[in-house]
């Protein structure tokens, strides 16, 4: 499996639901990067570190939530994914679409680094209960 196919088969699980499957190519010792204001924001180190601060909130926080690719680019070890995330946060039923970037780093097939990129404002809409 080449870095694009590694990244595109974590979207696959994301769609089907499937835990496993997003975190199987992980290195155990990711660094995933949400970015500054998002909801999530931060550093987190580690599969169980990702799944605690933000796929559980994702899932708990959201109804609908969605991040989908457009398009991948590839170069050596960077796989870019261009898309867009939406959802709708269940605290204020407010619904949201942002575009985002993801800039993954795969190193001998394991998820080595993701850094996120996004309009938080866009984002950040859906959380005002006004």
């Known amino acids: 499996m080449n870095n694009t ?6 979207y696959a699980g994301f769609v089907a639901g ?6 199987v190519n992980m290195a155990p010792d990711i660094a995933w990067t949400e970015a500054e204001g998002y909801p999530y924001a931060g550093t987190f180190h580690g599969p169980q570190a990702i ?16 991040a989908v690719v457009d398009r991948y680019v590839s ?13 709708t946060y269940k605290a204020t039923g407010k619904h949201f679409r942002a575009p985002f970037v993801h800039a993954w780093t795969v190193r001998d097939g394991k998820i080595v680094r993701f850094v ?15």
Not at 18 to 23: M, S
Not at 117 to 128: E, G, I, S
Request: without cysteine; negative net charge.
């Open 5 to 10: 196919e590694t990244i595109k088969a974590l």
């Open 18 to 23: 499937d835990l496993p499957a997003i975190l």
């Open 51 to 66: 799944v605690e601060g933000v796929f559980i909130r994702l899932a708990t926080e959201w109804d609908g939530y969605q």
């Open 75 to 87: 170069e050596g070890d960077e796989v870019i994914a261009l898309g867009h995330y939406s959802g």
């Open 116 to 130: 996120q990129y996004v309009d938080t404002v866009l984002v950040q809409r859906a959380f005002d209960p006004h």
